[in-house]
Structure formats: structure tokens, C-alpha cells
């Protein structure tokens, strides 16, 4: 059997949830000619409402996809492999022991059930499979209508009742059926099985939603980290206001032991002429009494030392922290460029990698792996020059830690998340021209999230004054010394080389 691929059917199954009553009606034709009388050899659950039947016609052997997926359920031949669990779970187990062969399919009452008659050790049964959107269901029931289980059980008395014992009853049947019949009505210049263009339309529709859902989980994971770091960057800037004292403590140690002939043990207080300030000015001086004077004056420097290395150690910790922010930044700005799953599937693993992202990795789309990655992006200047800017971290780290060598000039939005940018040199070439320097510049501004603004202040150093401090995350670097330049951004269409 046969099917047109209308622009029709593709845009109610890019769309919906619901598989279209002409499509549905052509698949059971095909299942028809296929797999009745069918031997199953196989029953497999990969996921909680998703089974695969395999099966042996007599001539070849077939697998049938079940999905009682609310959002995605559907019924059609498949040619997809999937990962199966150990141990099949509960219904799968039921289906193995009651069902060995499909005779006949069919449709009831002109709605979106599909119902297999099934013979097995226990005798006849029927399979019903209702695509019914959110109340999808698969449902085996006895030869004398009596459910024996469903996949998923409905005991509330607000639904039909769907549990062991019960008599199966068709759901009722939606008003608008009659107005989804249309079906396509000419003829494709080349035929394909159905079952074919209905996997190839879900299969994309499914990886759509997964995209979807996979940045939806970045954006939140991103945020969360966003809003932890800032509340850090407040608490360390706290600290910092505390630690600043630091100096006084060390010049009351100082005033303590130049006075010492005019201070005994056992005061609490004492008033000193503090000479640090000009002009001299008095200062109370608070005082430990079961100290000696010298005691007190190494209190005083004990506390300015160990308020010193806290100042430092907060300094570190500040300076960690605004570089992870601005990471993080940059993640944000590259999920908002990234054009393909491969994109969205780079950042989920670097997330991932770095513990911000927590999901299971085949929820994940599909990286290059162990393949030969894709190349940074290159143009031309206007004096022939290699301008190569990357498109996410993996790229810009490898164009900052590893392409940047000396004679070439490293460009990058200040303050504001972008692509690294790397004007190369080229031997036996003088020096780089003013309008080089400027569209190189111009790449930078126009891929960094101040591409929007009319002017952009473009960062430009040597290769000598970039480096990624150790431990820093991939395409984050410190610029020693740089210059500035503002330029527009280059708004005409890239050019690759």
C-alpha cells in the first residue's frame, strides 16, 4: 500500500497530536496486506508507551510500532532500531503470554481505535489501540468483551471505567470526525510506503518537541546558575567591605608597640596619637586586660594577617566567579544562536559536563562525537587576510588556546558576550592594513550580543596578551593589554572563503 505525502498531512502531523483519520485509514490498509496472519516472534517495551511487535508474515520479517504517547501516539510499520530493558515491564509481559499471532485489523467506529484480532495459548483476544490524544491507550480484551488489563488503568468515575474485569466500552466518539476525513487528493510523482512517510513525519515532529523541551531545560538550568552566582558575587563583595579594615588593625599594632612605655597590663582602653593620619589625630584603643602590651600589639597584627589572605582569597573567589558568570553568559547568547539540534546538543553536554544541566543523556540531541568536528568559520579581508571566529565555546577556545599564534591579532565585544575573533598574519606579508583591523572587528561586533547597538566597542590584542587561566572554562580567557575600536557591525552576508 501506498500514500500521497500531501502538504496537508505533513502540517496536521508537524502540528498535532493526532493522527488523521485518512492517514490512519491508509495504514491500516497496508497493516492489512502485511501482517494479518502474521507469527509474532517478539513483543519489546523501549519506553512507557511505546511497543514494538515483531513479526514474520511468511516471506519477510516486519516490526510493528504501538505508541500510546499522548502527544505522539500513533500505529505503523517501522525500520527504527530501539533499546529495550532487561526485564519487559508489566503489560509487555502480559502481551508475551496472551498474543502469538495478528489475524485480522480493523477500524472502530469510524474513529481513531484500531483494534487487532490475536490468537495465542489462551485463546482469542483483541488488542484495541486508541490514539485518542492525551486518553491514548492500548487495551487487551477477552473474546467475551471483558478487559483483561490496560496499559494505563482508569478507575475514576468521571471516565469510562478501564480495568481488569470491566466490559470494554468505546469511548464516544468527537463531533468533528466527520470534518478530519478529507485526505489528499492527488497522486505523488513517486509512490512510498505510508508507514513510511508516517515515520519520517512523527520522527521529525518528535525531535522538533525534544529540541524544544532540551533548550527550554538549558534556559531554566542557565538561569538557576545565573541567579546562584549573583547572590555569591553579593556575598563576597560583603565580605570584602568587612576585610577592608584590614589596615588599621595592623597600625594599631604598630601605635601599641611604639607606646608601650605609657600602657599596663590590665587596661581595657587606651587613647594614642595616631601618627598614620595626617595630621596626627588621637584614637581610642581598645585593649585586651589580661594581655601585656606586647601581647596586644600581636593580637592586632594576628588580625590584619589573617584579614589580608581572607581579602585575597575573596579577591580570587570574585574574580572565579564574574569569569563563570561570564560564561555562562556566553552559553546564554550561543543558545540563542545556535540554528540546529547539533548546536543545542553542544551546549546541552557542556552544561552536562560542567554539572549545571541535569538530565539523562539520551534525552540529549545528538553531537558530533568522536567525528571530525566542524571547522571555525572563515572569511576574507579586504587586504586578502584569514578572519576565522567561532561559533560556540568548543570553537572559541580552540581558536584562542590553539590558532593564535604570534604576529596575529585577537578580537572580541567588550563586555559583552561574542565569538572570538583571530585576524591571522600571513609569512612574507608586511603588517596589517587599517581597513583589515576594521572588518575583522566588525565580525566580532556583529556576532556578540551587542550586534543590535549602532556603535561596539571591539577589544584587539596581540597574541601574547591572551590566555585561559587554568581550570577556566572552554572560551573563556584573560586579556593582559588590549586596545579599543568602535565600529559598526558587518551587517552584509557572510562570505565563506
Same mark, same amino acid.
Given at each position: 500500500?501506498?500514500?500521497?505525502?500531501? $502538504?496537508?498531512?505533513?502540517?496536521?502531523?508537524?502540528?498535532?497530536?493526532?493522527?488523521?483519520?485518512?492517514?490512519? !485509514? #491508509?495504514?491500516?490498509?497496508?497493516?492489512? !496486506? +502485511?501482517?494479518?496472519?502474521?507469527?509474532?516472534?517478539?513483543?519489546?517495551?523501549?519506553?512507557?508507551?511505546?511497543?514494538?511487535?515483531?513479526?514474520?508474515?511468511?516471506?519477510?520479517?516486519?516490526?510493528?510500532?504501538?505508541?500510546?504517547?499522548?502527544?505522539?501516539?500513533?500505529?505503523?510499520?517501522?525500520?527504527?532500531?530501539?533499546?529495550?530493558?532487561?526485564?519487559?515491564?508489566?503489560?509487555?509481559?502480559?502481551?508475551?503470554?496472551?498474543?502469538?499471532?495478528?489475524?485480522?485489523?480493523?477500524?472502530?467506529?469510524?474513529?481513531?481505535?484500531?483494534?487487532?484480532?490475536?490468537?495465542?495459548? +489462551?485463546?482469542?483476544?483483541?488488542?484495541?489501540?486508541?490514539?485518542?490524544?492525551?486518553?491514548?491507550?492500548?487495551?487487551?480484551?477477552?473474546? #467475551?468483551?471483558?478487559?483483561?488489563?490496560?496499559?494505563?488503568?482508569? /478507575?475514576?468515575?468521571?471516565?469510562?471505567?478501564?480495568?481488569?474485569?470491566?466490559?470494554?466500552?468505546?469511548?464516544?466518539?468527537?463531533?468533528?470526525?466527520?470534518?478530519?476525513?478529507?485526505?489528499?487528493?492527488?497522486?505523488?510523482? !513517486?509512490?512510498?510506503?505510508?508507514?513510511?512517510?508516517?515515520?519520517?513525519?512523527?520522527?521529525?515532529?518528535?525531535?522538533?518537541?525534544?529540541?524544544?523541551?532540551?533548550?527550554?531545560?538549558?534556559?531554566?538550568?542557565?538561569?538557576?546558575?545565573?541567579?546562584?552566582?549573583?547572590?555569591?558575587? !553579593?556575598?563576597?563583595?560583603?565580605?570584602?567591605?568587612?576585610?577592608?579594615?584590614?589596615?588599621?588593625?595592623?597600625?594599631?599594632?604598630?601605635?601599641?608597640?611604639?607606646?608601650?612605655? /605609657?600602657?599596663?597590663?590590665?587596661?581595657?582602653?587606651?587613647?594614642?596619637?595616631?601618627?598614620?593620619?595626617?595630621?596626627?589625630?588621637? $584614637?581610642?584603643?581598645?585593649?585586651?586586660?589580661?594581655?601585656?602590651?606586647?601581647?596586644?600589639?600581636?593580637?592586632?597584627?594576628?588580625?590584619?594577617?589573617?584579614?589580608?589572605?581572607?581579602?585575597?582569597?575573596?579577591?580570587?573567589?570574585?574574580?572565579?566567579?564574574?569569569?563563570?558568570?561570564?560564561?555562562?553568559?556566553?552559553?546564554?547568547?550561543?543558545?540563542?544562536?545556535?540554528?540546529?539540534?547539533?548546536?543545542?546538543?553542544?551546549?546541552?553536554?557542556?552544561?552536562?559536563?560542567?554539572?549545571?544541566?541535569?538530565?539523562?543523556?539520551?534525552?540529549?540531541?545528538?553531537?558530533?562525537?568522536?567525528?571530525?568536528?566542524?571547522?571555525?568559520?572563515?572569511?576574507?579581508?579586504?587586504?586578502?587576510?584569514?578572519?576565522?571566529?567561532? /561559533?560556540?565555546?568548543?570553537?572559541?577556545?580552540?581558536?584562542?588556546?590553539?590558532?593564535?599564534?604570534?604576529?596575529?591579532?585577537?578580537?572580541?565585544?567588550?563586555?559583552?558576550?561574542?565569538?572570538?575573533?583571530?585576524?591571522?598574519?600571513?609569512?612574507?606579508?608586511?603588517?596589517?592594513?587599517?581597513?583589515?583591523?576594521?572588518?575583522?572587528?566588525?565580525?566580532?561586533?556583529?556576532?556578540?550580543?551587542?550586534?543590535?547597538?549602532?556603535?561596539?566597542?571591539?577589544?584587539?590584542?596581540?597574541?601574547?596578551?591572551?590566555?585561559?587561566?587554568?581550570?577556566?572554562?572552554?572560551?573563556?580567557?584573560?586579556?593582559?593589554?588590549?586596545?579599543?575600536?568602535?565600529?559598526?557591525?558587518? /551587517?552584509?552576508?557572510?562570505?565563506?572563503?
Amino acid at each position: 500500500m501506498f500514500f500521497n505525502c500531501g $502538504e496537508k498531512v505533513e502540517s496536521t502531523v508537524a502540528q498535532g497530536y493526532l493522527m488523521e483519520l485518512s492517514l490512519l !485509514e #491508509n495504514v491500516i490498509v497496508e497493516l492489512t !496486506e +502485511k501482517i494479518s496472519g502474521a507469527r509474532i516472534t517478539k513483543i519489546h517495551q523501549p519506553a512507557a508507551d511505546l511497543f514494538i511487535f515483531r513479526l514474520w508474515n511468511g516471506s519477510e520479517n516486519l516490526k510493528l510500532l504501538l505508541s500510546a504517547a499522548p502527544g505522539n501516539s500513533r500505529l505503523h510499520l517501522t525500520e527504527q532500531n530501539f533499546a529495550n530493558p532487561f526485564t519487559p515491564p508489566r503489560f509487555c509481559q502480559l502481551l508475551r503470554s496472551r498474543i502469538s499471532r495478528i489475524l485480522t485489523i480493523s477500524q472502530l467506529n469510524h474513529d481513531r481505535i484500531v483494534q487487532f484480532e490475536c490468537a495465542g495459548p +489462551k485463546g482469542l483476544c483483541r488488542l484495541l489501540v486508541e490514539l485518542t490524544g492525551r486518553r491514548s491507550n492500548l487495551i487487551l480484551v477477552a473474546e #467475551n468483551g471483558r478487559i483483561i488489563d490496560a496499559l494505563k488503568r482508569v /478507575q475514576s468515575n468521571q471516565q469510562r471505567l478501564i480495568a481488569a474485569g470491566q466490559m470494554y466500552v468505546l469511548p464516544e466518539r468527537p463531533q468533528i470526525l466527520e470534518m478530519q476525513r478529507k485526505g489528499p487528493k492527488n497522486a505523488p510523482p !513517486e509512490e512510498v510506503s505510508v508507514s513510511l512517510v508516517v515515520e519520517k513525519l512523527y520522527t521529525q515532529n518528535h525531535r522538533l518537541k525534544r529540541e524544544k523541551d532540551v533548550r527550554g531545560l538549558i534556559e531554566d538550568s542557565l538561569k538557576k546558575a545565573q541567579k546562584k552566582l549573583r547572590r555569591r558575587l !553579593e556575598n563576597i563583595e560583603q565580605e570584602q567591605v568587612n576585610q577592608e579594615n584590614y589596615e588599621r588593625n595592623k597600625q594599631r599594632g604598630e601605635l601599641i608597640l611604639a607606646n608601650l612605655y /605609657q600602657i599596663k597590663k590590665g587596661l581595657e582602653r587606651i587613647e594614642l596619637e595616631n601618627f598614620f593620619r595626617q595630621p596626627p589625630m588621637p $584614637e581610642s584603643i581598645a585593649l585586651d586586660p589580661l594581655l601585656s602590651p606586647q601581647q596586644n600589639a600581636e593580637k592586632y597584627f594576628r588580625k590584619y594577617k589573617k584579614a589580608r589572605r581572607g581579602l585575597e582569597h575573596s579577591a580570587r573567589r570574585l574574580e572565579e566567579t564574574q569569569l563563570e558568570l561570564d560564561w555562562l553568559g556566553q552559553i546564554a547568547f550561543q543558545l540563542e544562536q545556535a540554528a540546529s539540534p547539533a548546536d543545542v546538543g553542544e551546549i546541552a553536554a557542556e552544561l552536562k559536563s560542567a554539572g549545571i544541566l541535569k538530565t539523562a543523556q539520551h534525552k540529549l540531541p545528538r553531537t558530533q562525537g568522536g567525528r571530525e568536528r566542524s571547522p571555525c568559520n572563515m572569511l576574507i579581508s579586504p587586504g586578502a587576510f584569514k578572519v576565522f571566529w567561532g /561559533q560556540n565555546s568548543r570553537q572559541n577556545d580552540q581558536l584562542s588556546t590553539r590558532e593564535l599564534k604570534k604576529g596575529d591579532l585577537w578580537f572580541h565585544a567588550k563586555n559583552s558576550p561574542g565569538s572570538h575573533v583571530v585576524l591571522k598574519a600571513a609569512a612574507g606579508r608586511g603588517p596589517f592594513a587599517d581597513r583589515d583591523i576594521s572588518f575583522a572587528a566588525s565580525v566580532a561586533a556583529r556576532h556578540s550580543k551587542a550586534r543590535g547597538n549602532q556603535k561596539v566597542e571591539v577589544m584587539i590584542a596581540a597574541a601574547g596578551a591572551v590566555r585561559k587561566p587554568a581550570g577556566a572554562k572552554p572560551g573563556m580567557v584573560t586579556v593582559k593589554k588590549y586596545k579599543s575600536l568602535m565600529v559598526e557591525s558587518l /551587517q552584509d552576508q557572510d562570505k565563506d572563503s
